[in-house]
């Protein structure tokens, strides 16, 4: 019986280089290095890529915010529960159905704004 050698997948396989780069603060050339298993990557760099790709890590269009123990936090200050955010598409449907029912109200027309920046 021969035996066959055994080729594991990269941990970055299915990845660029480029990303790799963002998440782990290394040069392109190096997450190139990275992923074809000439260069082993640091147990910071493994740990970078794992929080990022295991979507642990704010991205950088959440600029300002952050993730404490008792909610999210805006730049702003104001903290968001989790709670709340599990109730908030049923707040939206709720304040969609109000601005559909009552569409002659004063007050619809101001859900009906929040409702269109949502």
């Given at each position: 019986?021969?035996?066959?050698?055994?080729?594991?997948?990269?941990?970055?396989?299915?990845?660029?280089?480029?990303?790799?780069?963002?998440?782990c603060?290394?040069?392109?050339?190096?997450?190139?290095?990275?992923?074809?298993?000439?260069?082993?990557?640091?147990?910071?760099?493994?740990?970078?890529?794992?929080?990022?790709?295991?979507?642990?890590?704010?991205?950088?269009?959440?600029?300002?915010?952050?993730?404490?123990?008792?909610?999210?936090?805006?730049?702003?200050?104001?903290?968001t529960?989790?709670?709340?955010?599990?109730?908030?598409?049923?707040?939206?449907?709720?304040?969609?159905?109000?601005?559909?029912?009552d569409?002659?109200?004063?007050?619809?027309?101001?859900?009906?704004?929040?409702?269109?920046?949502?």
């Amino acid at each position: 019986m021969a035996f066959r050698k055994v080729t594991y997948l990269s941990p970055f396989y299915g990845y660029s280089p480029r990303l790799i780069a963002s998440w782990c603060d290394v040069t392109v050339q190096t997450a190139r290095a990275y992923k074809n298993g000439s260069k082993r990557p640091s147990r910071s760099v493994m740990r970078l890529f794992r929080l990022h790709s295991k979507l642990k890590v704010l991205g950088e269009s959440w600029e300002g915010w952050a993730i404490r123990d008792d909610g999210i936090v805006d730049p702003d200050g104001n903290v968001t529960t989790r709670p709340q955010l599990l109730a908030y598409w049923a707040v939206m449907q709720y304040a969609s159905e109000a601005a559909r029912i009552d569409q002659d109200a004063p007050w619809a027309d101001g859900l009906r704004a929040l409702l269109h920046r949502a």
